[in-house]
């Protein structure tokens, strides 16, 4: 059964730091793209950060450059989301992606993720 399971979401204050984390399992992981992307009530789902399969190249929305770091551990098929200084317009449900093509490099196009976990809500208080 393939799975995507995020974790780590909550409720922070304005300023503070959260670490999402993204495990996956029955599916391959360490030669795949992975990516994190954020939809907001209202809003369109958008890219918020990626890396590419070996972990050597990475992107991120401008929105959260300087601020949010991803990390990838392939020996426990988990990606990480380091997410520092919050932004109350950071608040929205965060979801890991895996690539659909193999040795992928960082996509920021949601339609190149196969496979989608369900999400954990992120709440930034201002």
């Known amino acids: 059964q393939v799975r995507l399971v995020e974790s780590g979401g909550g409720l922070v204050q304005s300023g503070g730091s959260l670490r999402l984390s993204c495990a996956a399992s029955g599916l391959t992981f360490s030669i795949y793209a992975m990516g994190w992307f954020r939809q907001a009530p209202g809003k369109e789902r958008e890219f918020v950060a990626g890396m590419n399969w070996s972990g050597e190249r990475t992107n991120y929305a401008d929105s959260v450059k300087g601020r949010f770091t991803i990390s990838r551990d392939s020996a426990k098929n988990t990606v990480y989301l380091q997410m520092n200084s919050l932004k109350s317009e950071d608040t929205a449900v965060y979801s890991c992606?895996?690539?659909?093509?193999?040795?992928?490099?960082?996509?920021?196009?949601?339609?190149?993720?196969?496979?989608w976990g369900q999400g954990t809500q992120v709440t930034v208080s201002s």
């Open positions: 992606a895996r690539a659909a093509s193999r040795y992928s490099g960082v996509t920021t196009r949601d339609y190149e993720y196969e496979y």
